[in-house]
T-cell receptor, first 114, second 110 residues
Framework: EAQVTQNPRYLITVTGKKLTVTCSQNMNHEYMSWYRQDPGLGLRQIYY???????DKGDVPEGYKVSRKEKRNFPLILESPSPNQTSLYFCASRGAGRNTDTQYFGPGTRLTVL | LAKTTQPISMDSYEGQEVNITCSHNNIATNDYITWYQQFPSQGPRFIIQ???TKVTNEVASLFIPADRKSSTLSLPRVSLSDTAVYYC???????????FGAGTRLAVHP
């Protein structure tokens, strides 16, 4: 089954404790992306990756890092989480074509930073 | 920057047709218009996509006027399970940076 998986699904942590949210897709997609979703603000793009070792900033990259060492994986790293990063995070992937390709979203990771 | 504007919320009743309009004044010439559906605590799901005129699939229809500055998502005969947030997708700086607006929260009542 074609899917995007994220782990963990829920995470409660404390300020300053480094964490990683993993994202994996089994569709051999070149393009992967991370979003955060906050009440009243909709989905905002954090980072995206066009292919292995190619990443770029979205609209809200501050406080986040990403890496793309393998095509299927695109982890989101919070080196020093802060309470304003409490949010619902989604990973997505799609093929390499122009925006006629559908984005597939993961189930989400709900992060709480105390 | 290609931002989108949609109504914040809409209400409907089962069996009615629902039309949600999105404004995207700065859409790039080569960009397509895409709509997603999102249920609470789930990731968005692709509904429909088009470039101009009209596109129809098993879920919805999408109407795009010639100037492409807006689009209308049409959901025929909605049911309670269509209660969700609907997003019209814009782009900025090429198709890699994707911008979701605040979305339209559709509530379908019995």
């Amino acid at each position: 089954e074609a899917q995007v998986t994220q782990n963990p699904r829920y995470l409660i942590t404390v300020t300053g404790k480094k964490l990683t949210v993993t994202c994996s897709q089994n569709m051999n997609h070149e393009y992967m992306s991370w979003y955060r979703q906050d009440p009243g603000l909709g989905l905002r793009q954090i980072y995206y990756s066009m292919n292995v070792e190619v990443t770029d900033k979205g609209d809200v990259p501050e406080g986040y890092k990403v890496s793309r060492k393998e095509k299927r994986n695109f982890p989101l790293i919070l080196e020093s989480p802060s309470p304003n990063q409490t949010s619902l995070y989604f990973c997505a992937s799609r093929g390499a074509g122009r925006n006629t390709d559908t984005q597939y979203f993961g189930p989400g990771t709900r992060l709480t930073v105390l | 920057l290609a931002k989108t504007t949609q109504p914040i919320s809409m209400d409907s009743y089962e069996g009615q047709e629902v039309n949600i309009t999105c404004s995207h004044n700065n859409i790039a010439t080569n960009d397509y218009i895409t709509w997603y559906q999102q249920f609470p605590s789930q990731g968005p799901r692709f509904i429909i996509q088009g470039y101009k005129t009209k596109v129809t699939n098993e879920v919805a229809s999408l109407f795009i006027p010639a100037d492409r500055k807006s689009s209308t998502l049409s959901l025929p005969r909605v049911s309670l399970s269509d209660t969700a947030v609907y997003y019209c997708l814009g782009t900025a700086g090429g198709y890699n940076k994707l911008i979701f607006g605040a979305g339209t929260r559709l509530a379908v009542h019995p």
